[in-house]
């Protein structure tokens, strides 16, 4: 039970976390309520704040991630404490690894219980917070009403700083309920919530920019920092001065359309790729820590010189060493580029032909390997679904083998490519897809998004059906039905010739999609791109099934890694 009622029409704690977040500039929030946070969900009756309402607190976790994208803004995240806190974890995880802005706030025990671990408040933690610290950039927990706006204030001015990620703020349940009579209401300009730039040091960017005015064969490798930047004019600059081709990561695929001369695309598992990037002279790494599916399982070996551009200070120079700038990518690609011309680096035919000629004789290479695997029916669906849907449709996906191909086969053409692929979970596609449909609702967009999951995947949001159909939200959700946990079964498989614990029982999807209300179809392989189309012209939630065991592509990094007796090089 609450243990202070507040009277009828006070304002509380809550009501002053609520209105701190509206002077912040938020306009929606996510969640679910519980028992600690009672305070903070009553406040919602008195709020301007839209709200959507998951129903497990990882997804909501995943929805937030959704949010945040679509906003380009801080997603507020309201959990309640123990349990409810602690399943959110793995959506955190994402957005720590992706760099996505929640501000999660949790309830607490009250403020007397904090840091005890005998009192026995139900979902009691000796330290809760702790479980976060190595997850989220920043936690705090609030100890007094009066500390709760700035304690805010810091927190979104933390999850916005670069390298964007998610955060933490605890309020405990007494302070929720409590009155907030001497706590006046903020306006936002009384709130500094905008961040100071990362601006990069001016003498490293000109020794950056004159390693590249030298260069003859600069690539460049951009990452998904260039496209939470929103660096991707000032990528275009660079690589068209340096007549560079530019090489995306699967978070970075927008970051230069394919229709770009300069685009060699992003297939990089692929053995061509690897050795593409490694033979520049001067290599430029923007936005990207080159981990483990960057570095093609960390086969990678560049040959030339090094320049990193990197948000996060941990990641610079950890993997590759070099000249590092530790910066914004959008404000250190606009410097480098001034440099480089200041240099007297100007496009020219010559190299600008050199460069299409490369990439061209890239991609011939990479496509005729991976179209002489035998994938027909994959390659087909992947291209197929491209062409049949629009081109600004934005699309999340899961971890399940069609994002595996999307992610280096799958031209995003600027709209939203998102998928689970920074800390690898479960689950994400079809609550990001809803959290960012919510998103574009309170920003008055319209038009469908779409979420891919396997079977797998899709067990993990099955109750998040729910809150499709209360919100009535446009999400179309394919479902590619193998029977089990694909990936790892062909991992297996490979491994050790042949696959354990990865057959799953399942529902009919599409008898359950429609015991929430929600129409559903099931699909093949040769009609999956019409139906998935004619379901987002449709409007409103709905969901496609296809049954299909679908295959990887070969990955060649293996050809590094063992020998032609298969012995490990």
């Known amino acids: 039970m609450p243990t202070q009622t507040p009277d009828t029409g006070q304002r509380i704690g809550g009501d002053v976390v609520l209105e701190t977040l509206l002077a912040l500039g938020a306009r929606g929030v996510v969640g679910l309520p519980g028992q600690h946070a009672l305070g903070l969900f009553d406040a919602l009756r008195r709020s301007d704040l839209a709200y959507l309402s998951a129903r497990v607190e990882n997804n909501a976790g995943f929805m937030a991630d959704g949010l945040a994208r679509v906003t380009g803004d801080v997603a507020p995240l309201l959990l309640s404490t123990g349990p409810g806190a602690l399943t959110s974890l793995a959506a955190l995880q994402e957005a720590a690894a992706s760099s996505i802005p929640v501000l999660a706030i949790s309830a607490q025990i009250p403020v007397a219980g904090l840091g005890g671990g005998r009192h026995g408040y139900l979902h009691e933690l000796p330290d809760q917070s702790a479980s976060f610290r190595g997850v989220v950039k920043h936690v705090v927990t609030v100890r007094a009403m009066a500390q709760i706006p700035t304690a805010m204030a810091e927190a979104w001015r933390v999850a916005a700083a670069a390298p964007q990620g998610p955060v933490l703020v605890e309020v405990p349940q007494d302070i929720l309920l409590a009155s907030a009579h001497d706590v006046p209401e903020l306006s936002g300009a009384t709130l500094a919530k905008t961040p100071a730039p990362l601006a990069p040091v001016a003498e490293t960017v000109a020794h950056a920019a004159a390693a590249l005015a030298a260069a003859e064969r600069p690539v460049i490798f951009a990452g998904g920092g260039v496209v939470r930047a929103g660096a991707e004019r000032e990528l275009a600059a660079l690589a068209e001065r340096l007549d560079a081709p530019v090489v995306t990561t699967f978070s970075g695929k927008t970051a230069l359309p394919w229709g770009h001369p300069l685009s060699a695309q992003g297939w990089i598992e692929d053995i061509a790729t690897t050795e593409f990037l490694e033979n520049a002279d001067v290599l430029v790494i923007v936005g990207s820590g080159v981990g483990e599916l960057s570095s093609n399982y960390h086969t990678f070996r560049p040959h030339g ?47 600008r032909a050199a460069a299409t000629a490369s990439i061209n004789t890239l991609l011939d290479t ?70 960012a449909a919510f998103g574009r609702r309170i920003q008055g967009e319209t038009g469908s998004v779409l979420a891919v999951s396997g079977d797998g995947g899709a067990l993990y949001g099955i109750a998040e059906l729910a809150v499709a159909a209360q919100h009535d939200l446009p999400v179309v959700w394919l479902i590619v039905d193998d029977g089990g946990y694909g990936v790892l079964r062909e991992y297996m498989e490979g491994a050790f010739g042949a696959a354990t614990a990865t057959e799953l029982t399942r529902p009919n999807y599409v008898a359950l999609a429609e015991s929430f209300g929600i129409p559903a179809e099931q699909t093949t392989l040769a009609d999956a791109p019409a139906t998935v189309a004619r379901a987002l012209a449709a409007g409103g939630p709905r969901v496609v099934v296809l049954p299909a065991v679908l295959e990887l592509f070969a990955p060649t990094h293996l050809d590094r890694l063992t020998g032609a007796d298969g012995a490990t090089a």
């Open 366 to 435: 990479v496509l005729a390997r991976v179209e002489g695997q035998g994938r027909e029916a994959e390659i087909a669906l992947v291209r197929g679904l491209r062409e049949a849907i629009a081109d600004d449709t934005k699309v999340y996906w899961d971890m399940t083998i069609l994002a595996y191909w999307a992610w280096s086969a799958w031209d995003a053409r600027g709209a939203e490519f998102a998928s689970a692929q920074g800390a690898g979970g479960l689950g994400y596609g079809f609550p990001a897809a809803l959290g």
């Open 305 to 351: 010189r090094v320049i990193q551009i990197e948000a996060d200070l941990g990641k610079l120079g950890s993997n590759h060493p070099g000249i590092g700038i530790h910066a914004d990518a959008k404000l250190a690609l606009a410097d480098l580029e001034a440099a480089v011309s200041a240099a007297g680096r100007e496009s020219t035919p010559e190299r």
